[in-house]
């Protein structure tokens, strides 16, 4: 058999599974693409988490497309981080173009132009679904972690709550915690002391600082009701197909503390809510996380650590994470040796330290007798991509150099009235868009300050009014006793030692005449 046979056999015989499998594309050898040498991922596997990384331009973004557009043909939901804000025209059907079926014929697939289901969420005051959690709902070791706080601090938070919830106070919103943590050293420093002793007015004084710092990200947007429900990720359209629910986060890539704060929530509640279902024929959720590069620079140690050990536990829980990079070493090291599927697509060697990250790189890769790695990594084209995921037994397909196939749905942003259009047709919009603000945690308290104030002027007053009543009382006493002890001035005069003597002389004198 000639190299091109026997290479074309390796990828028949490592791309063929038992189970259901997505075609990405058909591998290429020596610079040329071998028609129907498909390579494929299976289902199976897919919630081993991957990585689709290369230079600016070379087609990451399409791949994600690809998968997305993919899985949701299968049934299976998607949810895209979408940072650049490029990925709204999967709810449009692709115009089509010559170079696409040119591409197409090269892979040896039809292509065919079609639209996704797409559900538009959005974190700040973007159109969309507004995504929202509780204070509540985190906790006090998810919040502390947020909030970036010692281990004093933490403390405090856990007390905050435990209040809270001893006395059935609703923790939803950011000015609920700030009320919370004032109250605990001002007005209900005393009942806070009694039960959970002392609490530091240094400590409440720097946890309200990080709160501040979170709000100034535009956090309170986040944090109040109706809070999300992480199974509205999970439906599929009345066809079948699994919905493609596209967060847009244009707005917020220089606000790394909310961004932190809606993944710590949304990985620790995906976790915590979804049944355990081990090694499964296809999963139930695949995140997407465009530009990570961006989020892993800017993202706190809670972040990083929550996300290195939600990879190693969710798949459990039928979830794939799937980060889009410039570059593999962008990803943590803990984080990139739990990845399964890697589409790795152009690097540019521009510098030595390019040369190093790229030597770096191809040693992530299963070694192959077809491919120079390292060459193969700088000499890819647009839309071009190595390619390597797990079999069904776990183990690296074997590694191709692979003609990516191309988006079903069209490359490009959905317009204003599009857009409008796709929300007015939303259940979930009417769902969680609605703003609520009821009776909490701040209200409660308020109003609980607003009657420990009355009852206090009310005692203030009747005191005074007792005290004026004794001073009244006193004063008349003390009148009185001095009328009593004052003599009449004319029976002081009749019964003075002076004029009895006068009136006995007279008297003596009229007797003796």
């Known amino acids: 058999m000639s190299r091109t046979n026997d290479f074309v056999q390796a990828i028949t015989d490592g791309n063929t599974f038992k189970g259901d499998s997505i075609t990405v594309g058909s591998a290429i050898l020596d610079g040329e693409t071998i028609t129907n040498a498909y390579v494929k991922v299976p289902l199976k596997t897919m919630n081993r988490h991957g990585l689709i990384a290369g230079a600016t331009g070379t087609g990451k973004t399409k791949s994600l497309q690809v998968l997305a557009e993919n899985l949701s043909d299968k049934g299976i939901p998607v949810l895209l981080m979408d940072i650049k804000g490029d990925l ?240 593999p070493t962008d990803v943590p090291e803990a984080v990139l040796g739990q990845l399964g599927l890697k589409v790795q697509h152009a690097l540019r060697a521009f510098t030595a330290k390019d040369r190093k990250a790229i030597k770096l790189t191809a040693q992530n890769y299963p070694d192959s007798e077809y491919y120079d790695t390292t060459e193969v990594l700088t000499s890819l084209g647009i839309g071009e991509a190595l390619v390597s995921a797990l079999d069904e037994k776990g183990r690296p397909t074997p590694l191709a150099a692979t003609m990516m196939r191309a988006p079903m749905s069209r490359m490009d942003i959905l317009t204003d009235s599009e857009l409008s259009n796709l929300l007015s047709e939303s259940k979930l919009v009417k769902k969680y868009n609605e703003e609520i603000d009821r009776e909490s945690a701040y209200e409660i308290l308020n109003e609980k300050i607003e009657q420990a104030e009355a009852e206090e002027a009310k005692e203030k007053a009747r005191k005074e009014k007792e005290a004026l009543k004794k001073a009244e009382s006193k004063k008349r006493t003390s009148s009185t006793r001095r009328k009593s002890t004052r003599m009449n001035p004319v029976v002081k005069v009749l019964t003075s030692a002076t004029f009895i003597r006068s009136v006995f002389g007279i008297l003596t004198k009229v007797l003796k005449k």
């Open 88 to 327: 709204s025209g999967l709810a449009q059907p692709s115009p089509g173009h010559p170079k696409i079926d040119e591409r197409h014929e090269k892979i040896g697939l039809p292509f065919e132009s079609k639209k996704f289901p797409v559900e538009v969420l959005t974190l700040s005051e973007q159109d969309g679904v507004r995504l929202r959690a509780t204070v509540s709902e985190f906790g006090p070791v998810l919040l502390s972690r947020i909030l970036d706080l010692s281990e004093t601090q933490s403390g405090v938070v856990a007390v905050i709550f435990q209040y809270c919830d001893n006395n059935k106070l609703p923790l939803l919103d950011l000015k609920d915690f700030k009320k919370i943590l004032q109250y605990a050293t001002q007005e209900g420093k005393k009942e806070f002391t009694e039960a959970y002793g002392r609490i530091s007015t240094a400590s409440t004084g720097a946890i309200l600082r990080k709160v501040v710092e979170l709000e100034q990200q535009g956090a309170d947007l986040f944090f109040g009701e109706t809070s999300f429900d992480v199974d509205d990720l999970l439906r599929v359209d009345n066809d079948g197909r699994g919905y493609i629910n596209i967060i847009r986060l244009t707005d917020i890539q220089d606000r790394p503390k909310l961004f932190s704060t809606f993944m710590l929530s949304l990985l620790a509640e995906i976790y915590s809510t979804f049944p355990e279902q081990g090694d499964s024929d296809r999963p139930e959720l695949i995140m997407f996380i465009d530009e990570a590069h961006l989020i892993f620079n800017e993202a706190s140690k809670a972040l990083l650590n929550q996300i290195e050990s939600i990879v190693k536990l969710i798949r459990s829980k039928g979830v794939g994470l799937y980060f889009v990079t410039q570059n």
